[in-house]
Structures are given as C-alpha cells and as structure tokens.
C-alpha cells in the first residue's frame, strides 16, 4: 500500500533514523519540518527557548526537502479511514493560538489514541485538545503503517496541515489539571476540535529562493541568540514560497 519513499519519510518524521547524513540521521527532524509550516518566527523561537534544535540540513536541499513532504502528505492520505477516530494531543500553547486563529492545521501534527501522552509535554504552555477525526479525512495510523513502529507505546495519528478546524472549549477534569508542562504549570485550557476536511486555499506557483538565510537563522537560535533582521525577512520569504509549494502539493494529492 505504501512506498518505499513513503515508508522512509514517515520513519523520518517518527524519528526512527540512523548514520551520520546530517539531513536523514536527525531524530528530531519534525522540529525544522513542522516549523518550516507556520507563519512568522514564533514556532523556532518557542521551540529555541525549550532548548531544541533547529537542523539547517533540513533546508539545504529544497528538492528533497519537497519530496519528504510529499511524501508524507500521500502516506496521509492513503491512511484514511471508514470509521471516526478520537485522538488526543498536548499542544504548544503559542502553536493552539497560531492554529486556533487560523482555523487548520498548520503543520503536521502528531496525536495518540492512547490519552494525553507524558511524551508530548516537553514543551513551555500547553494546551489540551480532544480532536475528532471524520470518516474519510487524510490522517495515518503509524502502527498500521510501518513494518516496524519504533514508538509503538504512541499509539500515535498522525495528521496533515492545512486542514479545517472547529473548536469548542472544554473544562479541564481533575485529573487533567494536574498535567503539566516543561516548567510544571497546568493546562491553560482544553478545546475539542472537530477537523472538517483541507481548507480552502488558493494554489500558487511560486519558486524557494536559494540562499542560506534559514541556516544563519537556525545558527542563532541554536545559540540562543536573536538572528539578524535581514536573514529574518530571507528567511520568512522561504518559508512562504515552500508553504506555497506544499499547499499546491496537498491539492494535487487530495484531487486523486
């Protein structure tokens, strides 16, 4: 049913990985990945200020880069179901907000049928979601995917950005308050969230400009340090050339 190049990807993203290459052997890649796909600088800068590293490999090759998108957008889409699923996920609380307001799913987003997962609660602020699943949406079940799922205890769901969201706020229970986050503060909140198919965007050509403004970036973060303005405005006008590029990726995958 799957690739061999959707296979590789989605060991990629788990972080499944081995060797030395500076790109394929990073078992944290989905950090750079799913920071590649928000607007602005906010995502590198919380994720910099939770101690976690930015791989510039990742942004050096942008065929490949693509690639790994790709495949990860039609491995989604084949992991599609008949049925509704509940999953479960501890958001960043500056990523909810960015996602909230923006009504979809803005990168991949890694959930678990198996609860509230003390794995997702590395980061500073988070958020509760309890997110619903229709029938018939882009979403991949890692443990149906893979010959062999390094992370099997996850029970992890793995789903596409650029998808609709609806949300409804929700009291934390008890048990859920007592959750905590990388500094030991509580939920600041519990949504359910209702995916209702890939937005509506318009497809754009567009061609990534080839400089090395996402390196110095990633540099500067890496050190704790503010990156420089005008690696910054380089920067973000990659991002939204390859954001371009992986909406019209994900059109043309789900017009199949």
Request: with cysteine; proline share 6%.
């Amino acid at each position: 049913m799957f690739s061999e190049d959707e296979l590789k990807a989605l060991r990629y993203y788990e972080g499944d990985t081995e060797g030395d290459d500076p790109f394929w052997s990073d078992p944290k890649a989905y950090l750079t990945l799913n920071s590649l796909l928000y607007p602005g600088i906010g995502s590198e800068t919380a994720r910099s200020a939770e101690g976690k590293r930015l791989n510039p490999a990742v942004t050096e090759d942008p065929e490949r880069l693509l690639e790994v998108y790709r495949c990860l957008i039609s491995a989604l889409y084949k992991g599609r179901k008949s049925a509704q699923r509940t999953v479960y996920r501890v958001e960043r609380w500056s990523d909810h907000l960015a996602q909230r307001n923006a009504g979809m799913t803005l990168s991949f987003t890694s959930t678990s049928t198996a609860g509230f997962l003390d794995a997702y609660r590395d980061r500073i602020g988070i958020a509760l979601l309890e997110i619903i699943i229709p029938a018939g949406i882009p979403a991949l079940d890692f443990a149906e995917a893979l010959p062999y799922y390094a992370k099997a205890e996850e029970r992890e769901i793995l789903l596409p950005p650029y998808m609709s969201l609806t949300y409804q706020d929700e009291p934390l229970t008890e048990q859920e308050g007592l959750i905590t986050d990388a500094a030991g503060e509580g939920p600041r909140g519990k949504c359910r969230v209702i995916i209702s198919g890939p937005a509506d965007l318009p497809a754009e050509e567009t061609i990534l400009p080839n400089d090395s403004c996402a390196e110095r970036v990633y540099a500067s973060l890496n050190r704790g340090e503010t990156p420089d303005e005008e690696d910054v405005s380089g920067y973000l006008r990659y991002k939204e050339a390859l954001q371009k590029q992986v909406i019209n990726c994900l059109k043309r995958i789900y017009r199949r």
